[in-house]
Structure formats: structure tokens, C-alpha cells
């Protein structure tokens, strides 16, 4: 399969590799937004949160848990963003599901996406739906 993050953890494309274990590999971004930017990817192939497997999910989390920690503690952050872009859209350009652990620094200049209100009746709308599609 012509996967980037499929030959990453084959071996076949060099990574610096941070943790890995049976199912899961963390290893750096190579253009990280932080300095020591990770990303933690299950080994299996699968290509965004709808896909993978609820069992690997777990495992998958626990390790993202643990690399938080990691980051945070021993590069000196005061905390880490633990983000996934799902689907094109969203921002996702590996389609091999990964999460990306960035360090932050309360000074490091990083800004997230803006935010609006809802208007009169919309979030009531909008709940009905997400329901539905639960
Ligand atoms: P996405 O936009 O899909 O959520 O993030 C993909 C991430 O993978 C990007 O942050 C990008 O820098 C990283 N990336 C892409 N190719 C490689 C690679 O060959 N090696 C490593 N270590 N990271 C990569
Ligand atoms: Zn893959």
C-alpha cells in the first residue's frame, strides 16, 4: 500500500521514533508546529477515526496519554494540544490515522481557530440532529 505512515513503520522511510510498542508508533512530525511535536498512529492501516476498530482506539488513547505527559514534562511545556484532522476537509493529509501531540508555551505565538455564537433557536436545531446521528 502507498502509505507514507505505513513505510514509516515498516521501517522502509526513516522516522525519530519516540515510543512504540505491538499496536501503536509516536514518532516526530517532521515540520512540527513545537519542538517536539509527535505524532501517535496505530500500526495497523486505518484511515480516519470512523475506521479504526474501538479496541485499537483504546490502546491508541492510552499512548497519546502517555506521550502528553512526555512532552509536556520533559521538554519543559506548560501544557500540549492533542488534535486529529479527520477527512480532507478537516485538514488531513496522511490518510493513515494519526494524532498530533504539540508542546505549548504560554509565549509561543500559536493561535487556534476563531469562534462564533449561535443564533436565536440554532443550537437547539443542531442538538436535535447530532442526536440523531448518535
Ligand atoms: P495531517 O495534516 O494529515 O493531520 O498531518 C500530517 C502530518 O504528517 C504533517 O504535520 C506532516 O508534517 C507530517 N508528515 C508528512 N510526511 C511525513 C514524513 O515523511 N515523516 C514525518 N515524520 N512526518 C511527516
Ligand atoms: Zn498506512
Redesign the pocket.
Known sequence: MDC?FCK?IAGE?P??KVYEDENVLA?????PVNPG?T?VVPKKHYENMEEILEAELCKLTVVIKKIGKAVKDSLGAEGYNIT??NGPVA????PHL?F?VIPRRQDDGLKLWPQEKYGEGEAEEIVKKIKNGI
Do not use: K, P
Open positions: 507514507i514509516i522511510i522516522s525519530f514518532f516526530l512530525d517532521i515540520a511535536h505524532l486529529e484532522n485538514g488531513q493529509i496522511v494519526h498530533h
